[in-house]
Structure formats: C-alpha cells, structure tokens
C-alpha cells in the first residue's frame, strides 16, 4: 500500500505538463476560438509526445500504460485545457479496439468519436474516422457548445459499449480536477496582481477564504480520481462506485473553483479578455458529460443507501 | 501508486479484528464529558493498553508497537469498525505524545510517554487564554523561575476535559519582559498540584468536561519544561500541526459514522426528504475521501515527507464533514432530534453529536485561521 505516484509517473506528469506549459497556452486557445476550433499544430505535436500511444500496447506501437497514467495525462489536458480529440480517442477509446485502430490510434492517423446513450451529444464526430457506440453520418449537425472550442454533433441513433461510460467518465474527472488547479492558479495570480483600496485584493481575508475553500475541495478530489483509475483498472467489483464518487467530487471541485475564480475576477472575469472563461466553460461542459449529477449521484445511492456492499472503515480499498 | 494491502498488513488487520471483537465493550459507555463516562472511558484505554494497543505507532520501549503508518490506518479502521468507544487519551497520545518525543529530554520520554499510552496519567491541554484564543502569541499567564522551580501565576480557559485529566501541557510566558510569540516556554504540570483551581464550564450540551484552569503561585520544577526556556512557540506549533493533521482525527471515525448515518437513513428512508438522503450520501463520500487522502499524507511522511500548511487541508475538511454528518442525521430524525432520549429508548447520540461537532471548527486553531494560512502559505497569496 503505497498511494504516491512512481517515480515513472512523475515523469510522465512533469514532461507531459512542460510540454503543454511551452507549447498550449492561452494564446494556442485564443488563436483556436478565432480560427476553426482545431489545430493540426497541436494534435501533431501531442502525437509526437507519444500521448495517442498512451494505453495502446507496445506491440502496437504504443506506451502500454495503464489507467492511472492515463488519469494523469488527463489532469495535465484539463489544466491546459486542450481541446483536441485527444482524451476521447487516447485515453478512452484505444483499450476498447482491435490491434490495427489502437496501432492507427498510436501514430496518430486515427481520431475516435464517442456516443453513448447518457450522453446525447457526441465530440469531434465531423473529424473522426470512427465512432464508438454510434454510426458515423454523412453530414452530421453540429450544436454550438458554450465551450468554444468543442464542437458537438448529434443527437444520433446510439448503443451502450461496455466499458465505455466508466472510462469516459474517468477521464472527464480528471480533466475536471486539472482545470480546476488552473482556474484556481489563474484566480490566485490575479489576487496578487489586482490592487483595490491600495493593496492587492489577496490580502483581503475574504478573497484568501474563498481561494482556500477551493484548495480544500480539489485537495480531497484528486485522490478519489486516482483510486477509481486502480479500480477500474482492477475490475474492482467497487469501481463503478469508484468511478461516479470520483466524478461528483471533481465535478463540485471543478464548479466551485469556477464561480470562486470569476467571483474573484470580478467584472474582468465576466468578459473575453482574461483567459479566465475557457476554463470555466470546459469546466460546466464536463460537468454534465458522461453522466451528469443526478445519474451519478444514483449509482452511488444504489451501492451505498441500498446495502449491496459493507461500507464501513477497513473497506476503503476493498477489493472482492 | 499501489493501493494493495502486503499479506503482512492484511495479517496485521485481522489480529486487530480478533482482538477488537472480544474486548471492546458491548454496551456503549457513557459520554466522555461527564465523569461517570469519563471514568468508563479511561477503563477503556487501560483495557487497550492491557493489548498493547495504546498507541501503536510508538516505539515499543514506551508501550507501544512502533508500527508504521499504513498500520495506524489499519488499526483505526478496525478499531472503529469494532464500535470501540472514543479516546480519553487523546491529548496526550496524539498532542503531546509526539512533541514530548520531538522536543522531550530522554528523561522526559522515559517518565511521561509509558504512563501516557497506558492510560495511567490523562492529559488536558492548557492553551487558550481568555484573551488568547486564536491569537495565541497573546497569552498572559507566567512561569517566573524561582530557583529549580517556575513560579506560575494566570488562567486558561477552554481547556477539553480539565475537569477530569490529572495533568496539563501548555504554554506560559517565562519572560516577563516578552511579548508575542518570543519568552514562551511549554511546561507540564500535574492538575493537583497546590495553587491550581480547575473549574468546569458547562458547555453547549450541558456535560462540564471542559473547564478553566486558574493558577495561584503554583510551584512547577523546570524539569517539566520541554525544550529550552523561551522555546515553547516552536514546540507548541509542533504541537498544534499534529492537532490539525493526521493523526487526532482518524479517517476511520468518520467513516465509522457514515455508516450508521447510513444505517439511520434506511431506517428513515420513507419520511426522509430528498434534500436528507443527498446529505447522507455526501457524508459518506466524505468520509471516504478523507481517508484516501490521509492514504495519501500517510504515505508521503513514510517517504520522509513532513506535513506543513497541508494539515490546515485537513482540519478544515474533517471539521466542517463532522458538522455535516451530524446534522444529516438531525434532519433524518426530524421533530425527534430535540429529545435526549430516542423514543426507542435509545441516548440520542447524534444529538450530542451535533452539538460537539460545532466545536470543531473552533478548535485546533479556528477554520478562518486555517483558511488563511492555507490562502498564504499553500497558495502564496500575500500576508
């Protein structure tokens, strides 16, 4: 029982989130909203860091890597908030394809579309060239998302793919808590920096409690998102539970680091002009995707409230 | 990350399992604030000191097993999952426990620490003063050194079951020309000695565990000093970081009540408000992710990492859970939460529960104190 992460991971996190620091910053999302919504700049690149070959195996091409990297790969688009179908095909889709998509999906050649019947709307259908769970149409109708850069399509006939929801989730959990770090880094750095009645705002003890607020919830997140990757991973009998838990908590983390960081940006947060918006507006998209409060929120009342496991101390990382 | 328990560790839980199952009590003793529950409670600690399970995480030359904090973890949650009673000795095996094995004299950990894990001397702490609650560095009550001894004069208030314990920790200013945080010394001092008055304050639900503590030329030998004289801050912020962080507040206590949140709910289920069962629910949730987290921390010190401003992490999230469990279960029992005495006979401990829980986030240093050492230490926003 150790709950840090290997020196392999931290590597990984750190290469993957210099690499997005350098290269996808605000400027890569401002030029991306202004343009198409897309850049093959930036999918390009995310291949060339190996991140399409994250779950494929070697024989594949691939990293052959599991969920708990995954999960880490997922915090570090979160918290650049990279738009790219990269999370849907590499961190969702490659363990449930044959061989010769996940090879196609490890060199980049293949972008994947995901639809389930939870979620009714489907990412990046008009530039995959498959779909999971869904058909692919000829001319599908896209729906304006107010996130600015996804770009969804639907609603269409679909079928429940097992696995699917559950790693999807997972992954939208984690990408929750990386855009949540963010977004409460953004709003710290502005409390340093915006002065009001002669001293920056951050000394005011009503900012820094809400800020703290904010670290205290995606403090307690992060590691329910670890534990139901190890879970899900497992095929804990658990992991189901693991996996809502983990995405109800990031998804509270998520929204309250978002209100707190407008609140704290005050009427600069309510335009266009501090990056500020692209995170929130992930942020609320995520939130309702792949099972939204209400359906999460179920699956965990029927495990806990209706007996089906001993929940007590000592089963916290039960395993039967 | 490996979120496996070793063959050694799942052995280790059954011992404790085993053991648990055929000593702790079947009755549930009496509350802690009062002396009838008091003295049951410390019966208790002899009990587990009788296994050796005082306080297991202590070197076995002072009672204990030296075990790792994985295993702590363990044994709290069988502990808890066994419905063994709260810890009398909490003040000094989780407080002053550690500082004395920190900061104490190889003398001082051979006098205090075995009596403490036994359970044979309890420990109140003295901190507060009546002007020096949060602002602690504002405390008044002096410890003037008179030959081998300190000469002590002053109050502290709010101090958690005084009116039982036999000893005392806390801090006194032995310089009297200092202020703040400088000239402060921790000294110990047994509660019967000459010139100590405790008296009782009755507290929210009525129990008078908690008292002031008022010192009249009380003669302390400057043995009981732990550290060097005007040392004490240090040592007490030590103190205070152990309060707030891993150890004091187990996971498994609050999971443990999670459960019987749960428990309560499917007995209410029918007349429970949607708004009731979606506060259940996030108890238990809670609860869980506070134990993953304390996974986490535990693992980190294990490493050699040591817990800073994160424990401020900590006791705002337990603190505030513990308030939110209990009043969950107020709203479950709706008009019946006002009775002492559930019509099923039974004490109303979610009652008393309830109204305990409000005290933790004043205690250990209040929530707006954590929030801000978390806003300026964790996050670097500016004094």
């Not at chain 1, 999370?87 to 490890?106: F, G, Y």
């Not at chain 1, 918006?277 to 992930?282: L, Q």
């Not at chain 2, 990492?305 to 469990?325: H, P, T, V, Y």
Request: charged share 20%; hydrophobic share 45%; with cysteine.
């Amino acid at each position: 029982m150790d709950f840090r992460l290997n020196p392999d991971q931290i590597e990984l996190r750190d290469a993957v989130r210099d690499y997005l620091t350098a290269e996808h910053g605000p400027e890569v999302l401002r030029r991306l909203d202004a343009g198409n919504r897309r850049g093959p700049a930036v999918w390009d690149g995310l291949v060339a860091m190996g991140l399409t070959g994250i779950l494929v195996p070697a024989e594949q091409g691939g990293l052959g890597l599991g969920l708990v990297e995954a999960v880490l790969v997922a915090i570090e688009l979160g918290r650049a908030n990279v738009s790219e179908p990269l999370a849907d095909t590499a961190l969702v889709a490659a363990p449930l394809l044959r061989a010769t998509q996940q090879a196609e999906i490890a060199a980049g050649t293949l972008k994947v579309a995901l639809a389930h019947p939870v979620n009714p709307w489907v990412a990046d259908l008009n530039q995959a060239g498959l779909v999971i769970g869904g058909e692919m149409t000829s001319s599908p109708t896209a729906l304006d998302s107010v996130d600015p850069l996804r770009l969804l399509f639907g609603p269409g006939e679909c079928i429940a793919t097992e696995g699917l929801l559950d790693r999807a989730a997972l992954i939208g959990a984690a990408q929750l808590i990386g855009g949540g770090e963010r977004m409460l880094g953004l709003a710290t750095d502005y409390a340093n920096q915006r002065s009001q009645f002669g001293q920056p705002i951050g000394k005011f003890q009503a900012i820094k409690h809400h800020l703290a607020s904010v670290a205290v919830k995606i403090e307690f997140a992060r590691p329910l998102v670890l534990r139901a990757a190890h879970a899900l991973q497992q095929n804990h009998a658990r992991a189901v539970l693991h996996v809502s838990h983990a995405k109800l908590a990031a998804t509270d983390a998520a929204m309250l680091a978002a209100e707190t960081a407008i609140q704290v940006h005050g009427a600069m947060g309510y335009t266009y002009e501090v990056d500020l918006h692209f995170w929130m507006k992930r942020a609320w998209a995520l939130s309702g995707a792949w099972g939204d409060r209400a359906f999460h929120e179920r699956r965990v009342a029927e495990a806990v409230l209706d007996d089906r496991f001993d929940i007590g101390p000592s089963t916290t990382f039960l395993a039967e | 990350m490996n979120l496996d328990y070793t063959p050694e560790q799942q052995s280790f839980r059954t011992e404790v399992r085993e053991w648990m199952a055929a000593h702790v009590p079947r009755a549930p003793l009496e509350t802690l604030e009062g002396r009838k529950g008091f003295d049951q409670h410390v019966a208790w600690e002899r009990a587990l000191a009788s296994g050796n399970w005082g306080m297991v995480t202590w070197p076995e030359a002072y009672g204990g097993r030296g075990l790792d904090l994985i295993r702590w973890l363990i044994f709290e949650e069988e502990y808890w999952a066994a419905g063994a009673p709260g810890r009398a000795n909490q003040n000094g095996i989780f407080l002053l426990g550690p500082t004395i094995m920190e900061y104490g004299s190889d003398e001082q950990k051979a006098r205090f620490l075995t009596p403490m894990a036994r359970g044979e001397v309890i420990w109140a702490q003295a901190w507060s003063e009546p002007d020096a609650g949060s602002d602690m560095a504002a405390i008044r009550s002096r410890a003037i050194r008179d030959g081998d001894d300190y000469v002590v004069n002053g109050q502290k208030t709010w101090s958690s079951r005084a009116a039982f314990a036999d000893w005392c920790f806390g801090l006194f200013r032995t310089d009297p020309d200092s202020s703040r945080h400088h000239g402060l010394s921790f000294i110990l001092l047994p509660l019967d000695t000459p010139g100590v008055t405790v008296r009782p304050i009755r507290q929210l639900h009525g129990e008078t565990g908690f008292a002031e503590i008022f010192f009249d030329n009380v003669r302390v030998p400057v043995a009981n000093r732990i550290a060097g004289e005007g040392e004490g801050w240090n040592v007490a912020m030590a103190t205070a970081g152990f309060e707030r962080g891993l150890m004091l507040r187990s996971p498994a206590r609050f999971q443990a009540t999670a459960k019987r949140l749960v428990e309560l709910y499917r007995k209410h289920r029918d007349s429970a408000s949607p708004a009731a069962s979606a506060a259940v629910l996030q108890a238990w949730m809670d609860a869980e992710a506070y134990a993953l987290n304390t996974y986490a921390v535990a693992a980190q010190v294990m490493a050699g990492g040591k817990i800073g401003a994160e424990a401020s992490l900590n006791k705002i999230f337990w603190s505030e859970m513990d308030r939110a469990q209990h009043r969950a279960a107020m709203s479950l029992l709706g008009a019946a939460a006002e009775l002492r005495t559930l019509p099923d006979g039974e004490p109303n401990a979610w009652l008393e529960g309830y109204i305990f829980s409000l005290s933790g986030p004043i205690y250990a240093g209040s929530n707006e104190i954590q929030r801000n050492i978390v806003a300026e230490r964790l996050l670097g926003l500016p004094r």
